[in-house]
């Protein structure tokens, strides 16, 4: 079954206070929007597992949403997407998910523990992402399109037969790693007819196997390896 903390109309509901929401490791805990056309504005600590926006409800986080037990945590907004300006973290032994839209400019991503942190399906726009745990950032099934981000420290690990999908001026001070082990690819694939770059002082990082691919989707784009 499920545990619910839903929020009523079509507006805007804010958490505000010095104190937290705490769910515990179940992935039956929820949080989001009755009517599917809300809003919540978390500036509080969600701390715990769980769902939330269960893909129904418009998501600011200006606070910290963190999993910091062995369950797992799915973040996934409605259309309205997630606007990150706080920090969403994995920093126990479980799984974060980030799906959907995420303006994450003004935010960061962290993971501090030895759980991963799975991108699968999100297209991220800007802001840092952090791993100083013995886990890392994950691309296992879906395709993220990654823009404009900064990897500040630790790995991005785009499994076998997985791809990412990056565009913009990426800088990266920590490892990008394709790892494709058997047959299939294991892709970096930038997108449009225009520029990506890729900065340093980090490295892409292949593994030896010639399923690991680096190229444009277009078929037009440029790829600028500063690193």
Known sequence: GFCDL????????????????????????RIYSESGAGTIVFNVPTLGAGQLGVGVTTLVLNS????????????????????NNGVIRQSGAGFLQLRGFVNNEQGRLEVTGDGFFDLDGCTLIG??????????????AGI???QSI?????DVVIGPTAQARFSGINTIAGSLRAVQSGTG??????TGNVNTTFNGPGQ????????????????????????
């Open 144 to 146: 993220p399109i990654l």
């Open 6 to 29: 839903v929020v009523a109309g079509n507006g805007t509901t804010t958490y505000d206070g010095s104190g937290q929401i705490r769910l515990n490791t179940s992935s039956g805990n």
């Open 204 to 227: 892409i990082s292949l593994t030896n196997n010639a399923g690991n691919r680096i190229y444009s989707e277009s078929g037009a784009g440029t790829i600028v390896f500063n690193v």
């Open 150 to 154: 900064t990897l500040e420290s630790g």
């Open 185 to 190: 690819v294991s892709d970096i694939v930038v």
């Open 64 to 83: 910290v949403v963190e999993n910091d037990g062995a369950g797992t945590l799915v973040v996934q907004a409605s259309s309205g997407g997630t606007d």
């Open 127 to 140: 802001g840092t992402l952090a791993d100083t745990g013995a886990g890392s950032f994950i691309v296992d």
